[in-house]
């Protein structure tokens, strides 16, 4: 399993194409199944990860002890004003790592709000270490146009106070919010609202045990864990600082993308904290992916094949009722053969073929068989039959006659 440590390859970091690699597929992996962060009980912890070197797949619901990114997090919302940093809301270099400066004005967009532009140089880590600290959080969580119509009846403004409801997350916190003014052609249109947090984020990595894997495409699994906060098991990392660097572009694509619209309808702190965790586990893999250069054991307990079926009751009870009838039905047939003074006649195909039918042929003049593939009226009139003759020096001579006093009275063959 792929590691990070002080010998990676850091200088990928200063290309710019090379960062948005990291970034795409950031926002590819946390498109898989993201519904582990917001209906979790624990602390959810995922890792993305390919298995290029296994010569067969990993099979659905196995288990693996591996290292995974180690990310917790609490929220306090805060007046808008209060912070410095609220003026560099919706302001992407300090918040992007890519230099491209691009906007997404959807709802739900989280960032995270840094002291200064990003430099790479500055990035590179020196040692690695558990991030322990606060960041400050934005969340877009209303956008108020200027066609709308205020409660008493007029349009907003630019100077028009942001809606204390939204329509995706409810009644907000009881907070100043950011307005960001959006102009088209110098005319303003619309204030996008956003509030602001302080988050205090503990972040490394994790062994986790037990963890379960499933697949979500070639060679390419997540390995998903919920566990019980405990910082004493998080462990020093080379990229923490990376990872939460890389996190509010991998935001900005997740929302673009609308990759974790269904959960925008719970409360809004549960849906931050899962937007942070999940952007936080995808870039930490993405970038374990790219920059990893050591290797560390992982161990998988492959899952059983297990066979399930789902039974009708009133059906079970009528099978069961007609098995035990032809159980009695067979303990009855044994018996009568045991008893029989005339054996069964096993195969009776071969029975028909070896009956010697020379003593009821007769001629085509007198009543009885004479024709079996064409009956006629006379046919009707067939006297009754009994076997005749015996065994004797092992070899038995048996044949159908005709049951009358006088056995001749029928020997001649038809004509």
């Known amino acids: 399993m792929r590691v990070v440590d002080q010998f990676a390859d850091w200088s990928a970091l200063n290309y710019e194409d090379m960062r948005m690699i990291f ?60 912070n ?149 098991a998080v462990e020093d990392d080379w990229i923490s600082g990376l990872a939460l660097d890389f996190m509010s572009e991998t935001m900005r694509y997740i929302a673009m993308l609308n990759l974790t619209e269904p959960w925008m309808h719970d409360n809004l702190e549960t849906y931050t904290t899962g937007m942070l965790k999940l952007s936080y586990h995808a870039a930490w893999s993405s970038l374990t992916k790219h920059l990893g250069n050591a290797s560390e054991p992982a161990t998988f307990r492959e899952a059983e094949s297990v066979v399930r079926a789902r039974v009708n009751r009133d059906r079970m009870g009528v099978w069961l009722a007609m098995s035990g009838m032809l159980t009695v039905s067979a303990a009855l047939v044994a018996v009568a053969q045991k008893f029989s003074a005339t054996k069964t006649v096993r195969d009776t195909t071969f029975a028909a073929l070896a009956m010697d039918l020379t003593k009821v042929t007769h001629s085509s003049r007198a009543s009885g068989l004479c024709n079996a593939v064409v009956l006629n009226k006379k046919d009707r009139n067939l006297p009754r039959l009994k076997w005749e003759g015996g065994c004797d020096m092992n070899v038995c001579h048996r044949r159908v006659v005709f049951a009358e006093s006088d056995p001749n009275a029928h020997e001649s063959l038809c004509q």
């Open 23 to 82: 970034l795409f597929n950031a926002a590819w992996m946390a498109g898989k199944d993201p519904a582990y962060v917001f209906n979790s009980t624990g602390l959810p912890l995922r890792r993305y990860f390919y298995a290029e070197p296994l010569d067969r797949d990993i099979p659905a619901d196995s288990t693996m002890n591996l290292t995974l990114p180690y990310f917790d997090v609490n929220l306090r919302w805060i007046d808008g004003a209060s």
């Open 84 to 232: 410095n940093r609220s003026q560099y809301v919706d302001e992407s270099e300090y918040a992007d790592i890519s230099g491209h400066g691009f906007i997404v004005r959807n709802n739900g967009v989280v960032a995270v709000i840094r002291n200064d532009p990003w430099n790479a140089q500055r990035a590179i880590p020196q040692a690695a270490h558990i991030f322990s600290g606060k960041k400050v959080i934005s969340v877009k969580v209303n956008t108020l146009e200027s066609s709308h119509r205020l409660l008493n009846g007029s349009h907003p403004t630019q100077n028009s106070l942001c809606p204390t409801n939204s329509t995706l997350f409810g009644r907000l916190p009881d907070v100043t919010q950011v307005p960001k003014p959006y102009f088209v052609l110098n005319a303003w249109k619309a204030n996008d609202c956003f509030l602001i947090a302080e988050a205090s984020i503990k972040a490394g990595k994790y062994r986790g045990t037990d963890c379960k894997v499933s697949s979500f495409g070639a060679k390419s699994y997540m390995a998903t864990c919920n566990v019980t906060p405990d910082p004493n």
